[in-house]
């Protein structure tokens, strides 16, 4: 079973080609590195089901080493209402139509 704190599916505005967009999202209010890890782990796992799974975490604070390992695996930041990685993610998670 994929324990996970959101799931949100919807279409690409940019990619009107592409079918669905799964988001797997990780929230807490101190996002740090084994957050960044778990929204991989569960992303992963609904991508042996599904394909165009892209890995979000979101959270108030956000600890240095998570922001630098959601850069390096590009994994979405939520933050104040703000996305980081968006452009990052769907590059590297999504498959092109």
């Known amino acids: 079973m ?4 959101i799931i949100v599916t919807g279409e690409l ?3 009107p080609a592409t079918p669905t967009v799964w988001l797997v999202i990780d929230v807490s209010t101190t996002v740090d590195a084994s957050d960044v ?3 991989l782990t569960r992303a992963d796992l609904l991508r042996r089901d ?3 799974v892209i890995p979000v975490v979101a ?3 956000l600890v240095d080493q998570a922001r630098k390992r959601a850069e390096a ?4 930041l939520v ?5 980081t990685g968006w452009d990052e ?9």
């Open 37 to 39: 890890e778990r929204a």
């Open 79 to 83: 933050r104040d209402g703000s996305l």
């Open 50 to 52: 599904v394909p165009n």
């Open 13 to 15: 505005d940019e990619h």
């Open 2 to 5: 994929l324990d996970t704190d």
């Open 73 to 76: 695996e590009r994994v979405v």
């Open 89 to 97: 993610a769907i590059e590297q998670w999504v498959v092109a139509a």
């Open 59 to 61: 959270g108030d604070q």
